[in-house]
Every structure is written in C-alpha cells, then in structure tokens.
C-alpha cells in the first residue's frame, strides 16, 4: 500500500509538472508582478529624494512683478521674502552627517555664480535653508548640508545604496527618481543605453558618461 501511494504521488507529481510546463503565462501575469516590485522601488527610494530651489536676492530698484493672473492666482507665495527663485532640481541623501547630492549646474545663476539661497525640501514637506560644502565641476556634483534647522528638529534621512558601475549592462533597467518643484514627483523607467566611460573631458566639465533612455 505504501509503495502504491508513493507511485502514485510521484505520478501525480509528474502531472503537475508536465502540467506546468504546458502553461503559458500571459503578458498580464509577466506585468504585474514587475508592476508591483516597481512600486515597492517607489516607496522605498522616493523618502530619500528631496526637492532643491536655489534664490537669488530681489534688487532694491526691480520693478514690481506683475500680478498674478488665471490660475496662478492664490497661490502660495515663496517662504523667502525678498527672493526670487531661479532654478528647482532634484537631490538625495547620502546619510546621516553626509549631507545631499543634487546636480551643480541647477543651483547656479546664468553667469555661473552661486546663488544666494539655497532651500531644501524633504520628503515630509519639511523646508530648510542649506549651504554648498562641497562642489565638483568635472562632475557636475554639488553636496549640500542644512544650514539653519527649524524646531531643532532635523530631518530623518533614508540612505540610498550606491551601485557598482562595474555591473552595469546594456539593458539594465533604468529607473529615474525625482521632486522637482511644486506638487508631484517622478518615477521614470527605462534601460541603460550605454556603458560607463571614465573619460575626463576638462573642456566640457564631463568625466563618468552613463547614458540612459528615460527623462
């Protein structure tokens, strides 16, 4: 009897698998599981993102701006009087005591000067005033640190992994993560189009090219 019952599992288990291997699973099956480690990607890194505005001082003798007109009008005005702002970008935290990563180029003025605010929003729309501690040109990279904490109470930062680009490859998923200025944040998928090239370029301030085909 007990040599009956294990053939007769082995058999069902022979059914199960040819079974198993006679299934096609369908786009939807494929798509959804991919659609729910994208979100769990989501939440997982965007607590890290933070959104950057860097200001620039209103001079005495500017003229008045015009009124606000349409849908603009009611909106919140800046948390800085007396500034005007002139770029917004996206940034994220290295950990605590390391400070945040945002691109240069966003926080400088037109002629290349450092601005003279810089604010910081977190991901629990926290606002504070930080300072530029360390800046690399060749890589476009600016390191920021708060300046000024309100209610002596800083903000919890949730450190991100770095990668090694090393065991980056053509095809990669690419996911672009951000908090530009106003409302929303991005989440962008794409692939890696093209391998890491230490290459220094002095005259166009390039050195590591990673390209991606996402925003």
């Not at 494929?30 to 950057?52: G, N, T």
């Not at 001082?57 to 002139?86: C, K, M, N, Q």
Request: with cysteine; aromatic share 8%; glycine share 10%.
């Amino acid at each position: 009897m007990k040599l009956g019952s294990a053939c007769l599992g082995l058999g069902l288990l022979a059914g199960g698998v040819l079974s198993a291997r006679e299934y096609r699973a369908t786009p939807q099956d494929q798509a959804l599981p991919l659609q729910r480690e994208f979100a769990r990607l989501a939440e997982r890194v965007l607590p890290a993102v933070v959104s950057i505005s860097a200001y620039e001082r209103i001079p005495d003798d500017a003229p008045e701006p015009p009124a606000p007109s349409g849908w603009a009008v009611g909106a919140r005005p800046t948390r800085l009087p007396g500034f005007r702002r002139l770029a917004s970008s996206s940034g994220f935290a290295l950990g605590e005591g390391r400070g945040y990563v945002t691109c240069l180029h966003s926080l400088l003025r037109a002629d290349g000067s450092m601005p003279d605010a810089i604010e910081l929003e977190t991901n629990d729309k926290r606002y504070f005033l930080a300072d530029i501690v360390g800046a690399e040109p060749t890589l476009n990279l600016a390191v920021l640190e708060i300046a000024v904490v309100s209610e002596h109470a800083p903000p919890k930062r949730v450190a991100l992994p770095s990668a090694d680009l090393d065991k980056v490859s053509l095809g990669h998923w690419a996911l672009a993560m951000g908090d530009p200025y106003g409302p929303g944040r991005f989440f962008g998928v794409g692939v890696f189009s093209g391998q890491p090239q230490r290459q220094c370029y002095q005259g166009y301030l390039t050195a590591t090219l990673l390209q991606a085909s996402t925003a």
